[in-house]
């Protein structure tokens, strides 16, 4: 079998594999963030959540099956090793950047949250003043 193919195969095994765990990790704890951010609506935390892993998957799969195209010839294992460990450092920083996107987002959503909870309403009045009528009027 040719070099290429393994090296090819091995890239999305383990692209793949990283973007699953990640997608699960980020959804099991973030589930109690998003809860908090929609001031405990469960139903549309979950909505949202579920929603963010879709996009999460489209997003990284997208861009790991782009990335899957190799221009080096693949003479040996060493050129296997060092064009494998370039593809997924970059998959691995492309994961951190959307992952670090959302905790941006979400701490914006969330700090807007607390903000409007924490607004209290005007003083009422505390008392009238009279109209007075201006000179030559």
């Known amino acids: 079998m040719d070099l290429s193919v393994v090296a090819y195969v091995i890239y999305l095994v383990v692209s793949i594999g990283l973007t699953v765990w990640v997608a699960r990790t980020l959804s099991r704890n973030g589930r ?3 809860v908090d951010v929609m001031r405990g609506n469960e139903s549309l ?3 949202v ?3 963010l892993v879709v996009g999460f998957y489209l997003v990284n799969l997208g861009f790991v099956a782009l990335h899957l195209r190799n221009g080096a010839v693949m003479e040996d294992w060493r050129v296997v090793i060092e064009e494998l460990s370039v593809k997924l450092g970059v998959v691995l920083l492309v994961l951190g950047a959307l992952h670090l ?3 941006f987002v979400f701490h ?3 700090r807007r949250g607390i903000q ?3 607004q209290h309403p005007p003083v009422p009045p505390q008392g009238w003043t009279t109209a007075v009528p201006t000179p030559g009027a």
Do not use: T
């Open 32 to 34: 109690v963030f998003l």
């Open 45 to 47: 935390a979950e909505s």
């Open 116 to 118: 409007e909870r924490e």
């Open 49 to 51: 959540n579920h929603l």
């Open 101 to 103: 996107v959302n905790v």
């Open 108 to 110: 914006r959503i969330r």
